[in-house]
């Protein structure tokens, strides 16, 4: 981080990778986990990150805050094609719990079965974000329960006929016999390899 010395960037770093999103514990807690001989060096430490916001108090608790978790986005791009020179140059933190909205109340993520949405890049076992919401606009992802089943599908609406659509051809677009509810709107994806 541009704004901290080298030692109290090791120090910050070390907090994020032991604590995360958590709360952190008393700085003795914290010395003895990092390895530290002093208190003193730690409340120091502690005292620039506060100052500079990169430690934030929420209900008598100190946590990271959540502008400094999350990974490193470069701004340069990588092309899937052919090889490309690549900048150091680091344009910001990007954290999946704030793009992908993982924080608030209203999202919950499930795990991909099956393969009925391939051609959207949507494979089994991927992680999906969805976002509560009982309305949809035509080709939105949506979770649905559809005649009493549930299912990931891009949601359809012309000429006021709904249905649901997979996005591979082995399968038949899903019209509702009996009901339609959608439970939620995609918001994003991730894999692990």
């Known amino acids: 981080m541009k704004d901290l010395t080298l030692k109290q960037n090791q120090f910050f ?10 709360a952190l514990p008393s700085l003795s807690a914290i010395k003895e986990l990092l390895g530290y001989k002093s208190k003193n060096s730690v409340a120091q430490y502690f005292n620039v990150l506060k100052k500079k916001n990169i430690i934030e108090e929420k209900n008598s608790r100190y946590y990271i805050s959540q502008d400094f978790l999350g990974a490193r986005l470069f701004s340069s791009k990588v ?6 020179a690549m900048e150091d140059e680091v344009e910001n933190l990007i954290s999946f719990d704030r793009e992908l909205e993982l924080n608030k109340t209203n ?3 499930f795990r991909v079965s099956g393969d009925s949405m391939v051609d959207l890049g949507i494979f089994e076992g991927d992680y999906v974000s969805i ?12 979770l649905a ?6 299912t990931l599908k891009t949601y359809r609406n012309k000429n006021n006929k709904v249905w649901l659509e997979p996005a591979n051809k ?13 439970f939620g709107v995609a918001l994003g994806i991730m894999r692990k390899f």
């Open 79 to 84: 092309r899937a094609g052919f090889a490309s």
């Open 170 to 182: 082995n399968y038949p677009n899903l019209y509702p016999r009996s009901s339609l509810v959608i």
């Open 13 to 22: 770093e070390a907090l994020k990778e032991n604590y995360g999103k958590d």
């Open 131 to 142: 976002k509560k919401s009982s309305y949809a606009q035509d080709k939105d992802i949506v």
């Open 107 to 109: 999202v919950f993520i």
């Open 145 to 150: 329960n559809i005649d009493g089943g549930f």
